[in-house]
């Protein structure tokens, strides 16, 4: 006896739930496994049933009934109480086999008791399944344990039918001639096995007496065997006009009945056995007609139109090779394929077809109307004339946005140059379809140059191709095309621009890059599209030097040549002065855009007095110049222009220096004006650098410890230096600025820490 067993049934119920669970931590790895002992649990159990008086829980939701150690072992101990337990132990002893365990409980007190009140079904459940997998162990054992009448030994006969073999119908032979008991007449005739068949001949049951009723027994149940068996043995299966092959058909034996056919032969069947079996939609028995030579034509060829039908691919493709006609029944073949849709069945019929198929105008005008353009482009490539009017069914499919099946139609000879052309053109536009314009275009579609609405959406919505058409038509007025030029500028349509002034002479070119004062090249510019500015200028775009914001644009953009135009005519005019607010701006764009040669030609004395920079302009440049880490043009601002760092925004030294760039950092802290802040700064260095004298010394200084939104803490925490976070945290700072993830990091770095401490005694 172990340990465990001897411990307090309180303690021990504990251990043995808990341990079940060989995955909690608190239940050690000797416990799972000592818990799982039978003795233990037997012991358990034995203690349990005390404790609530034979009453026990898990004997009724028959849970440890599953464990045949276990029920043996309480059996040889006497632990089993209760009429229900011990019936329970041996329902499961006689239908799980445990012949042990049955044989243990025999010698109880209950034996008798427990098979009166055992239900029959219960038996019966256990003998059927000891039967049919011949286990002859149990099955005698429940013959020779129980007292079975007449009427139980006739049901366990009936368990013969189903068994392979003769080992079991001789032990129920044996047990009936042993016992006096009857063997039920119908359980010779319904055997499955030949064996066994022969078998109870020997045993006086004379097979030809009943043959009939044998032969139609099998044929019910499928057995294949003992239909071979009988016919070979002398069954007429010409009884009552074939009736054996129609059993064999209507139960859908489909084995049993190419064997009854083979036997009498395709030829003496009736027309009417002949027309069921053609019917059958089982692929093995149409293959075995065929290959069995039954007239593939006859009842108008039937077969063919019950295998397409029923989809039977392989069997429809043999009839067709073999020369079924797939005309008749108005093309039926052919229909049914298309009601399924199935366009690889389409193809299969129209290429053994040759001719076309009647009647087919309605089934294709639905395929387009879906959208099948598949099925339907197989119906047109094998009839050219299968709908007489395409050019009705176009305009259908075009309203209806079938694109795919609207191609198809233009390709096998759909008009489109007619008047309603023209209209499906304009439709096509006005709804923006690009596709539909496209195709109509490629099959040469006519277009209504005078149609004024047309020509205006085709600009306006940038169908290039349709507007190459109208330019080379020369139908737009001067005005009108100036106009489409500044909407395609607008669009940025860069593709339309050069259409229009390819489609322009020299003269056209120059008037229509400078209508309304030059605005295409504003817009280019503006839109920063250097292709489109090139074009302008190289066709005479005249630069308006009255057009200011095609000055701030050009700086914004980097285009120096026309920032130079500007600039020579307002030296040539002496407008330095009046267009100083101008050039702060201007100066603002080129570096905020990183146009940084244009930004020190625009800041240059040739071009701006000093004085005429303004100390916002040198202040906001200044600060991108830091942000940036350019520190050239940081140093310029400061030495050159007079800038002042006092207007540097408060985070600009904190993000410099979080982004390492040391080169700006020191910049910034040589000037005497950020001086009276380096206390803060060296702080914050001697949090990231852990020098916790620098930090106490700054702090002491009067420095605030949460400065720079607790920048010291964070790198501190980053850092994962501890120490200093304690010593930061004692002193008042906040986790307050902290992320979740970060916080949670940072906590768990402190308890471990902590753990280390207080393990080491410290």
């Known amino acids: 006896m172990s340990i465990i067993e001897l411990l307090d049934y309180i303690i021990l119920q504990k251990i043995f739930i808990e341990a079940r669970n060989p995955n909690l931590s608190k239940v050690s790895k000797t416990f799972y496994h000592i818990s799982h002992e039978i003795n233990t649990q037997a012991n358990y159990y034995e203690k349990w049933s005390e404790q609530t008086k034979n009453r026990c829980m898990m004997c009724r939701h028959s849970k440890m009934f599953d464990k045949r150690e276990l029920i043996l072992a309480l059996l040889n101990r006497g632990l089993i109480r209760g009429e229900h337990n011990f019936g329970e132990i041996l329902r499961r002893a006689v239908e799980y086999g445990w012949l042990d365990v049955n044989q243990t409980d025999t010698k109880t007190d209950f034996l008798v008791y427990s098979h009166s009140k055992l239900a029959a079904h219960s038996y019966n459940r256990c003998m059927y399944s000891a039967m049919v997998h011949k286990n002859l162990v149990l099955v005698k054992h429940i013959l020779d344990s129980v007292d079975i009448e007449q009427n139980r030994f006739e049901l366990y006969c009936y368990y013969l039918i189903p068994c392979k073999g003769t080992e079991m119908i001789k032990i129920m032979y044996d047990y009936a001639d042993k016992n006096g008991l009857d063997i039920p007449e119908m359980v010779p005739i319904s055997l499955s096995d030949v064996d066994a068949m022969k078998y109870s001949e020997s045993r006086g049951e004379k097979i030809m007496d009943n043959i009939d009723d044998r032969l139609e027994i099998a044929i019910l149940r499928g057995n294949f065997e003992i239909v071979k068996f009988l016919v070979d043995l002398g069954a007429d299966i010409y009884y009552e006009s074939l009736e054996y092959v129609r059993l064999a058909l209507a139960y859908g034996e489909i084995e049993i009945l190419i064997y009854l056919c083979q036997k009498i032969g395709v030829e003496y069947l009736d027309n009417g056995v002949r027309k069921r079996l053609i019917n059958c939609a089982d692929i093995r028995l149409k293959n075995f007609l065929i290959d069995f030579g039954i007239n593939i034509h006859i009842f108008q060829d039937l077969m063919l139109h019950n295998s397409a039908y029923n989809y039977d691919y392989e069997v429809t493709k043999k009839l067709l090779e073999l020369g079924a006609n797939m005309y008749l029944r108005n093309s039926k073949v052919l229909r049914d394929a298309i009601i399924k849709r199935d366009e690889k069945f389409v193809k299969l019929v129209l290429s053994y077809g040759n001719k076309p198929h009647p009647n087919m105008t309605k089934e294709f005008l639905e395929l387009c109307e879906e959208g099948n353009v598949g099925i339907a482009s197989l119906l ?29 139609l233009l390709k096998n000879g759909a008009n489109v140059n007619t008047n309603g052309g023209m209209s499906l053109l304009k439709y096509a536009v006005n709804k923006n379809k690009r596709d539909l314009v496209e195709l109509l275009l490629e099959h040469n579609v006519k277009i209504n140059y005078k149609d004024k609405s047309l020509i205006h959406k085709t600009f306006e919505k940038g169908y290039n191709d349709l507007a190459e058409k109208i330019l080379q038509k020369n139908v737009l007025e001067r005005v009108e095309l100036g106009n489409k030029l500044i909407s395609a500028c607008h669009r940025n349509n860069t593709e339309l621009v050069k259409l229009i002034l390819k489609y322009s002479n020299a003269d056209q070119k120059m008037d229509l890059v400078n209508t309304n004062h030059g605005s295409a090249l504003c817009i280019a510019v503006r839109n920063s599209n250097e292709e489109m500015k090139r074009m302008f200028l190289d066709s005479g775009a005249i630069i308006n030097t009255k057009n200011r914001k095609l000055f701030v644009d050009s700086c914004r953009y980097g285009y120096e040549n026309i920032v130079n135009t500007f600039l020579e005519y307002w030296k040539a005019k002496k407008m330095r002065k009046k267009i100083k607010k101008l050039m702060n701006k201007c100066i603002l764009e080129a570096f ?118 607790e920048l010291g803490l964070k790198l501190a925490s980053r850092n994962g230096d501890i120490k200093m976070v304690r010593f930061l945290v004692r002193k008042g700072a906040k986790f307050g600025g902290f992320s979740v993830s970060g916080g949670f990091f940072l906590l768990q770095s402190i308890d471990y820490e902590y753990d280390c401490q207080k393990q080491s005694g410290n």
């Open 592 to 709: 905020e855009y990183g146009n940084y040669g244009l930004y020190e030609q625009l800041i240059s004395p040739e071009i701006i007095d000093r004085g005429d920079i303004f100390e916002f302009t040198k202040s906001r440049v200044l600060q991108l110049a830091c942000d940036r880490g350019e520190v050239s043009y940081a140093r310029d601002i400061i030495f050159n222009l007079s800038g002042k760092i006092d207007f540097l925004d408060s985070r600009t030294l904190t993000n410099s220096y979080m982004l390492k760039r040391e080169e700006i950092f020191d910049f910034i802290v040589g000037f005497g004006e950020v001086n009276k802040n380096i206390s803060n700064y060296e702080f914050i260095k001697g949090c990231n650098e852990g020098d916790l004298g620098t930090v106490e010394r700054m702090l002491v200084g009067g420095t605030n410890v949460g400065v720079f939104d």
């Open 380 to 408: 047109i490539e094998h009839d050219k004339h299968i709908h007489p009017h395409l050019n009705s069914i176009l305009y259908k499919l075009v309203y209806s946005g079938k694109m795919e099946c609207v191609e198809l």
